[in-house]
């Protein structure tokens, strides 16, 4: 047996968890107790101890945007890991895949289909041949900027005729698609990352940055670099300090803050960054005022420049609600570094927002095929029998609306997931060929067994992929009537685009979830964003959670931290005054107290704290719980056989595993049954212990006990949907670790608010019109 390099390299596979708080965040205080869970199970609202405060602000809490662990999430801008391609994480595989596998021909196809889009720049082609309605539009207007035929003023969102709808085909028979063999990683040319080390160290920078920026840029990369130092920004984890030492180096003189190659750069590097915390697009204002952090001295000029160069494209979102309402032309456009301010009427300025190519035309193409769906179904199916046969007033509606319209939205708690497997059932009595799809490995459990029958259930990855469930038909779409996508609030406005192009005409199309989660590890909000635009009919389930878990949930979930009656001791709090005591009663209830108490092996119970930096981060409880749990000298990379790891295939996918052995091929893991084995070079960056995980790594995913661990430094770090996930991942029981006094209650009674921009909700309204 091989044994991989020992130790642990920065770099991290993990989503980030670093949610937006609000400025102040809080909870009730803990009642006494020494951390063994047989004690009182009533949660206790009067506080003994505040946290020790540190860590959130220096860099190693949850907020430090460049911590190379925080790099998988939306939260988090600067991981080194960031950007890379999925095809990086792929492996040489046999005729099956594995779910993480699956994960990245998703993701891979998507990718392709985007960089081919980008190819197609180079020769006009007429709008609308390869896509629909305004997202060809979209990308026609772009390729007339780019050659020169139009301005860059003129680059903006406008009206645009309705998508042309296909016919709905006759159901053809499934031709299934085999599974297409993960590829090994594929760097770059040696010659090429050669030639672009010499460059970098010419300009002082580390030879190391050779193959990432040779992968992003290509094996003209040294050339690129000379011509335009600042392209360095493109690289993973390279900050605009660190590419203007780069640039001053080659450049010299010529070097200045203003250089349109140093502002167009920015303006797509802080794109780039708003993409990695979840936004599609940003406001022009509040690009110019970040660029001006930069010394950029006229900003303005820096977003028109980017503009006309194609770095990014320009929104005037709100233009068309002030033209006129029998077709006239909506007013001049506005320069893309300004905002309009209010009219003679007093009407309300026009939001200009910037945003990349790639998000812009995932938007339009989601925004395109929901509303393809809605019109392309068959409007008159009479499913009352079904719907009379269900199991409850809530499953019953849901089918009738189904029945009526081609997208549906469906909300709910964990509980409410029966309703959406009542649906599959109920239209696989019908003839229909019905199938859910959920984001992880536990989710198609749950809802296997929900309905009964494992041939129901799919992961979207699996599905995407052809691995799991019906294969294509004849033209190339999913061969399915029916889908329900649930966990939806994981669903990111890319793998969105991707689900829906590949849904035939007269698909029926159901999105559940509960929206009170945190939100994808992708940019976009698209469930919120359908739920907000109200652009099909909205099914709120009425089944509660039970339990005493399932009543705190609720009540977090409209703001209200209760105290509850747990005579099982389902939820135990556990006081705590700084993060060495938190991570000390963290260990005795893994390994001690939820085993003798709850009768929940260590094995069953997960951690969830607020960040992965930090005296009582992800790393410090991992580290601390591989000590008691299974220690070893880590000869395999820093693991043993039977390590607890989360695996990341992909940017924003964190599958649970645990180490089975090492070879020389790679680490080979156990994920939930299905084998998957990491390339010893991958290693590093793609797994991470995993008895401790981020509330953002757990969203989709249950475990019959949870340990929440809130120290001090986590304060920040909270807010309403960070407590509502982290609370209810916990199947039978949930012990709080409890050590940031009222912050908890605090994070809990502030309002959620809309912690991503995007346009997706303007352009459902606007379909809607």
């Known amino acids: ?208 940055l ?21 392209q360095l920004l493109t690289v993973p984890g390279v900050r605009p300090e660190q590419a203007d030492g780069f640039a001053r180096a080659l450049l010299g003189d010529e070097c200045g803050p203003d250089d349109e190659r140093r502002t167009a750069a920015l303006v797509g590097w802080l794109l780039e960054r708003a993409a990695l915390r979840g936004h599609t697009a940003l406001d022009a204002s509040a690009v110019r005022a970040a660029l001006a952090e930069h010394s950029v001295t006229d900003p303005d000029a820096a977003v028109q420049h980017a503009v006309a160069e194609g770095v990014v494209l320009v929104f005037q979102d709100g233009q068309e609600d002030q033209g006129g309402q029998d077709g006239q032309e909506s007013g001049p456009s506005t320069e893309p570094g300004e905002d309009t301010g209010p009219d003679a009427a007093g009407t309300e300025p026009v939001q200009v927002l910037l945003g990349l190519d790639r998000y812009a035309l995932a938007e339009e193409s989601l925004a395109d095929g929901l509303a393809r769906l809605v019109n392309a179904c068959e409007k008159d199916a009479d499913w009352t029998e079904a719907a009379s046969a269900a199991g409850s007033p809530s499953a019953a509606e849901l089918i009738r609306a189904v029945a009526a319209h081609g997208l549906v939205a469906h909300t709910g708690g964990e509980a409410a997931r029966v309703e959406p497997a009542a649906l599959i059932t109920a239209a696989r009595g019908l003839g229909l060929r019905a199938l859910g799809a959920v984001h992880s490995a536990d989710g198609r459990r749950r809802l296997a067994e929900a309905t ?59 999105l559940s979830g509960d929206p009170g989660v945190l939100g994808s590890a992708g940019a976009g909000r698209v469930f ?44 135990v709090i556990v006081p705590v005054r700084d993060a060495g005591e938190a991570v000390h009663r963290t260990v005795q209830l893994v390994a001690d107290s939820v085993p003798r108490a709850i009768g929940v092996p260590s094995s069953d119970t997960q951690v969830i704290t607020v960040g992965h930096g930090g005296s009582a981060g992800t790393r410090a409880l991992n580290a601390a719980l591989k000590q008691r749990l299974n220690p070893g000298p880590g000869r395999f990379g820093g693991f043993d056989p039977g390590d607890r790891v989360v695996h990341v295939p992909a940017p924003g996918r964190a599958v649970p595993a645990v180490v089975v052995s090492a070879d020389a091929e790679g680490l080979r893991l156990d994920c939930a049954g299905t084998e998957v084995v990491v390339a010893q070079e991958r290693v590093a960056s793609c797994v991470r212990h995993g008895w401790a995980l981020s509330a953002h790594q757990a969203a989709g995913m249950r475990w019959p006990a949870v340990v929440v661990v809130l ?55 606007t379909a809607a019109r």
């Open 210 to 230: 050779a193959g990432p920026a040779a992968e992003v840029l290509g094996a003209q990369a040294a050339d690129v670099l000379r011509a335009d130092p600042w």
């Open 528 to 571: 919120a964003d359908v739920l907000a635009a109200r652009a099909c009919p909205q099914i709120v389930s009425r089944t509660p959670d039970p339990g005493p878990i399932g009543e705190l949930v609720s009540g977090i979930g409209i703001g209200e931290l209760n105290q509850v009656v747990a005579p099982g001791r389902e939820v």
């Open 1 to 208: 047996m091989t044994a991989l390099p020992r130790g642990e390299t920065s770099g991290s596979p993990a989503a980030d968890d670093a949610v937006v708080a609000p400025p102040s965040a809080a909870v009730p205080t803990p009642s006494a107790g020494d951390g063994d869970v047989s004690g009182s199970g009533e949660t206790s609202g009067d506080g003994e101890h505040s946290g020790d405060g540190s860590g959130s602000e220096n860099g190693n809490g949850p907020e430090d945007a460049d911590s190379p662990e925080d790099g998988k999430s939306p939260e988090d801008a600067d991981s080194p890991e960031d950007g890379k391609s999925p095809e990086d994480a792929a492996e040489a595989a046999p005729a099956a895949l594995s779910e993480a596998e699956a994960e990245l021909a998703a993701q891979r196809e998507l990718r392709e289909r985007i960089a081919k889009r980008k190819a197609e720049k180079e020769g006009p082609i007429a709008a609308g041949g390869k896509l629909s309605g305004r997202a060809a539009d979209l990308l026609a207007a772009v390729r007339a900027v780019e050659s020169g035929e139009q301005s860059a003023t003129s680059f903006f969102d406008s009206p645009a005729p309705a998508a042309p709808r296909r016919t709905a085909p006759t159901p053809a028979p499934a031709r299934p698609r085999a599974p297409e063999p993960a590829r090994a990683p594929q760097g770059a040319p040696p010659e090429a990352v050669a030639a672009t080390a010499a460059v970098l160290t010419g300009g002082g920078a580390p030879a190391a």
């Open 452 to 510: 009964g029958d494992p041939e129901t259930a799919v992961t979207l990855a699996g599905l995407l992929s052809g691995e799991q469930g019906p294969g294509r038909d004849e033209e190339g779409a999913i061969a399915i009537d029916l889908l329900v996508v649930l966990d939806a609030p994981q669903l990111d406005v890319e793998t969105a685009a991707n689900l829906v192009e590949s849904l035939a005409d007269g698909t029926r199309l159901v």
């Open 711 to 765: 120290p001090g430094d986590a304060a920040q770090g909270l807010s309403r949907s960070w407590v509502y996930t982290a609370f209810s991942r916990g199947e039978r029981h949930l012990s709080v670790v409890h050590g940031v006094d009222q912050a908890l209650q605090r994070a809990v009674a502030q309002p959620p608010a809309q912690d991503r921009t995007t346009r997706l909700r303007t352009l459902l309204e």
